[in-house]
């Protein structure tokens, strides 16, 4: 049996058309003025890609393409493919690969990442913690946040209360408090990854008692216990740069470096987790759990008008909503406790 | 004086058939935890390079599976000491960027070096002999200038970098010629500033006319901001959308029209407004199909980017004969991927 083919010497680009034929363990190569004899244990023959010609190569740099992939099967029955290529071409393969690939995919990002984030935020040195911190405060001070107009001496008052709680087992005090002012961003704390706190202005004001305040420091406090910020931080990171590698531009990421801190939302998991500490925090305190509950309720009905008036201009006061979900549902379960 | 031969370069890839090869790389790539990516670039750099053919013989692409994964391995590292340490601790983060442009031109070369020396046609390899000292004028200096001036220089460096990267490659012992000066960058350019100037007045004059004629209910001395910010968005959106198809298509057909191989000249006459269209559509639907329409839109841009390349044959093109084999690394290749510098050739 004959197979027709194209060979090329490896030495100059004229093709020779030639046969192909198998003669015991050895390739016979015929052309009008071109003839081989090569043993198969000495050819480099390729598995099948698609419909594209079947390939032989030569060790001395010889190609030979072979158009007919059927005809070349039946000559080469044991090279008729390999585990890979016998997967690129079934349907079924690709069908199994595709619900394979969507199950890790998800399983990876619903199990897998936040678990390693959880083992890689205990390994972060508290240095660089703390200089994250200061970056975060070089970058944003004088745009996004301002110096706070709260006077000196009600800050102190809430430092001194802070500095009186007793505190659960495990838990720490901040590290520091900052106060800032931002019109942009309304009444709102965060905790960042070092485990720095930023009250805004607007936050002490909308507060009727310093109890309050003390009751969303609390709920900060169970986000910097369980390092939820940096595990938060860790896990956009590594999608981030998952979502970069896929579509294929780094320098989007790189720009958004600085802001992916301030973009950090907290999963619903984590938000009851801080919340429950900061219920333990305030019973053993002596002050009621409704605290924190009465807190989240102003600031949803502080938040809210806002949204309507000004929704257009700056989408930045719909952040402190979509950064805790389900505030409705928070406050029914603080109640509860 | 022998008779110019027109050839169209053929491309035969079709999406359904290359799905199953992209979701068979991803899905292997994922289990083995990432270390099939090698094997996965393997299978789908032969699959471009085998559709692709020129007067009757396909491409083909030869790079070691194994040799790639070391290239990967290195620049994942690199990457991630980056990202990771530039996060933490942005000084040490500068430093080690720094430290990776000025290595960035040295790779290149290898990654060009690489990519050509294990591309063949008619069983012929290409080859990349650049040197490092130009590609440090060419990838490094240049850009740098261009960075510094805001732009303005942009286009010469890309001229500078085409020139470098053709002048110095050969199929077989036969050299790339490129003739393309710098005027006809900054040509393109220039059009696509002039497009933007022409989109910003259109949208601003229309704007002013419907804000006067009481149309847009504004009053008189919020109107020129209005209408300037309605103008600036409309313009960036507009080039966002456009420009850089444009600016692909206007890039191919200058390369290619302006490159020779020995006494054979080319041709390429992509359309923008094709390209826009083409790259527009497939962007819409990868994102609409949650990525699974990446493998179509690979193949849909590929085939209409190479369906209109010509080679214009002076006399026979069997009389190439093989040149002197380059040593080549993929671990250059692999970097200058990994940091999205592909030069496309």
């Not at chain 1, 590594?238 to 970069?244: C, D, N, P």
């Not at chain 2, 949650?290 to 093109?317: C, M, T, V, W």
Request: proline share 4%; aromatic share 10%.
């Amino acid at each position: 049996m004959r197979v027709a083919a194209v060979y090329y010497d490896g030495r100059q680009a004229r093709p020779h058309p030639v046969t192909l034929c198998v003669e015991g363990d050895k390739l016979l190569l015929q052309g009008k003025d071109i003839a081989r004899r090569d043993a198969l244990a000495t050819l480099n023959i390729q598995p099948p890609l698609g419909n594209t010609p079947r390939l032989i190569l030569f060790a001395d740099g010889g190609r030979c393409e072979v158009a007919d992939r059927q005809g070349f099967a039946d000559m080469l029955p044991r090279d008729a493919g390999s585990a890979v290529s016998t997967m690129e071409n079934s349907w079924l393969y690709a069908l199994a690969a595709l619900l394979i690939t969507l199950g890790l995919v998800a399983g990876a990002y619903i199990c897998g990442l936040p678990y390693a984030a959880r083992v890689a935020a205990d390994r972060v040195p508290v240095y660089l913690l703390a200089q994250m911190d200061n970056q975060f405060f070089a970058s944003f001070d004088e745009t996004l946040l301002k110096p706070s107009a709260l006077p000196a001496e009600r800050r102190q008052a809430i430092w001194d209360r802070l500095q009186h709680l007793s505190l659960p087992p495990g838990a720490a005090k901040p590290e520091r408090i900052e106060f800032r002012d931002s019109p942009e961003l309304g009444a709102n704390a965060f905790a960042l990854p070092g485990g720095s706190v930023i009250v805004l202005d607007d936050l002490v004001k909308l507060a009727d008692n310093d109890e309050e305040i003390i009751a969303v420091l609390a709920h900060e406090m169970g986000h910097i216990a369980a390092k939820h910020a940096l595990r938060q931080m860790l896990q956009a990171s590594v999608v981030g740069l998952a979502m970069t590698w896929y579509i294929g531009d780094v320098s989007n990421l790189l720009a958004a470096g600085p802001t992916i801190l301030l973009e950090t939302r907290y999963s619903r998991d984590f938000e009851r987790q801080a919340d429950s500490f900061a219920a333990e925090l305030l019973r053993a305190n002596g002050m009621p759990v409704s605290r924190l509950a009465d807190m989240l309720q102003k600031l949803e009905t502080a938040h809210r008008p806002d949204e309507l008036i000004k929704s257009a201009q700056t989408a930045s006061t719909l952040d402190y909503l979509s950064s805790h979900p389900n505030t409705e549902e928070r406050i029914k379960r603080l109640r509860g406790m | 004086m022998v008779e110019q031969q027109r050839r169209q370069l053929q491309f035969s890839g079709s999406g359904g058939e290359y799905f199953r090869i992209w979701i068979v790389n991803v899905c292997l790539s994922i289990v083995t935890l990432g270390i099939y990516s090698a094997w996965a670039k393997v299978r789908r750099n032969q699959y471009f390079y085998r559709h692709t053919t020129l007067a009757g013989a396909g491409f083909d692409y030869h790079g070691e599976p194994k040799a790639i994964l070391k290239g990967r391995i290195i620049a994942f590292l690199m990457f991630a000491a980056y990202s990771l340490v530039g996060r933490f601790d942005p000084l040490a983060g500068f430093v080690i960027l720094a430290l990776i442009m000025l290595l960035m031109p040295w790779l290149l070369v290898r990654s060009l070096r690489f990519r050509l020396h294990n591309t063949s046609y008619r069983g012929l390899r290409f080859a990349f002999h650049g040197h490092s000292s130009q590609a440090y004028i060419n990838f490094l200096l240049w850009p740098l200038l261009s960075a510094l001036t805001l732009g303005l220089l942009v286009p010469l460096a890309q001229q500078r970098m085409a020139r470098y990267t053709r002048d110095n490659s050969a199929y077989g012992s036969a050299f790339f010629k490129f003739s393309a000066g710098v005027w006809a960058y900054y040509n393109i350019y220039l059009m696509t500033v002039l497009l933007g100037i022409l989109i910003f007045v259109a949208l601003m004059a229309v704007t002013v006319l419907l804000g006067s004629s009481g149309l847009i209910p504004v009053e008189a001395d919020q109107l020129r901001a209005m209408s300037l910010l309605i103008a600036a968005v409309g313009t960036y959106l507009a080039l966002f959308l456009i420009a850089y198809p444009y600016v692909a298509a206007r890039l191919q057909n200058l390369l290619w029209n302006s490159t020779s191989l020995g006494a054979h000249g080319f041709s390429s006459y992509v359309k923008g407004r094709e390209m826009v269209g083409i790259m527009l559509g497939n962007v819409l639907l990868i994102v609409l199909s949650l990525g699974l329409y990446k493998p179509f839109a690979d193949i849909r841009l590929a085939r209409y980017r190479i369906q209109h390349i010509e080679l214009l044959a002076n006399g026979s093109i069997d009389e190439f004969v093989a040149g002197l084999q380059s040593q080549a690394s993929a671990a250059g290749d692999e970097m200058a991927d990994m940091f999205d510098f592909d030069i496309a050739l």
